[in-house]
């Protein structure tokens, strides 16, 4: 059974930090590549940053680079974004996503508000 724990959302002001942690369960986590999107109100749901199956590579949207880096874990299942020098416009519900040529999983996603 594919499980996601997603967890570290929350409300930080602007120019503040979080992190966010994704812990997987269910499939072989480093046969994955695993990404971060986003989804604001009334906005499409948008690539944040991904990370191949071995952290070897990792690439972001322009919006995020400099400020965004993800990062795995794979003896523990778990794949991170931490975010600085956060914006309003990026407060969004955050989701966890891995990807293979055959499977697609999505968690349930952590909200990210960003305000003063």
């Known amino acids: 059974q594919v499980q996601f724990v997603e967890s570290g959302g929350g409300l930080v002001q602007p120019g503040g930090s979080l992190r966010l942690s994704c812990a997987v369960s269910g499939f072989t986590f480093s046969w994955y590549a695993m990404s971060w999107y986003r989804q604001a109100p009334g906005k499409e749901r948008e690539l944040v940053a991904v990370i191949t199956p071995t952290g070897a590579t990792t690439n972001y949207t322009d919006s995020v680079k400099g400020r965004f880096t993800i990062s795995r874990d794979n003896a523990k299942n778990t794949v991170y974004l931490q975010m600085n020098s956060l914006k309003p416009e990026d407060a969004a519900i955050y989701y966890c996503?891995?990807?293979?040529?055959?499977?697609?999983?999505w968690g349930g996603g952590t909200q990210v508000t960003v305000s003063s």
């Open positions: 996503n891995a990807r293979n040529k055959w499977y697609d999983y």
